[in-house]
């Protein structure tokens, strides 16, 4: 499965952003879709991630209330909608894509797209 992540970009604090996740040649069909975040000199975090079979999902808790993971009308898309952005959410945001169901941990993921970068600015 090859990913695009999209849609990154310049805002300021409390903008709101939209992700895309898009897959090629393929459709997510029984895969899990994450996203992720890494900042300068952090490690990579989770995010949320969304179940594309049953639209089931979860979400780290710096993302809940804020972010919300969702399915394309397109069966190889997932989106990331961003609100309410600070400071510490500006990173280069992943998506990536695993059979191990709702999982949070960076290593369950076996494909990965490039990521696009999300700044916000004060």
């Known amino acids: 499965v090859q990913l695009q992540a999209s849609g990154g970009g310049l805002v300021q604090v409390g903008d709101s952003l939209r992700l895309s996740c898009a897959a090629s040649?393929?459709?997510?069909?029984?895969?899990?879709i994450g996203w992720f975040r890494q900042a300068p000199g952090k490690e990579r975090e989770f995010v949320a991630v969304?179940?594309?079979?049953?639209?089931?999902?979860y979400y780290a808790d710096s993302a809940k209330g804020r972010f919300t993971i969702s399915r394309g009308n397109a069966k190889n898309t997932v989106y990331l909608q961003m609100s309410s952005l600070k400071p510490g959410d500006a990173a280069r945001y992943y998506c990536?894509?695993?059979?191990?169901?709702?999982?949070?941990?960076?290593?369950?993921?076996?494909?990965w797209g490039q990521g696009t970068l999300v700044t916000v600015s004060s």
């Open positions: 990536a894509a695993t059979l191990r169901g709702l999982s949070r941990w960076p290593n369950d993921y076996t494909y």
């Open positions: 040649g393929r459709t997510f069909g029984p895969y899990n």
């Open positions: 969304i179940n594309w079979s049953r639209g089931s999902t």
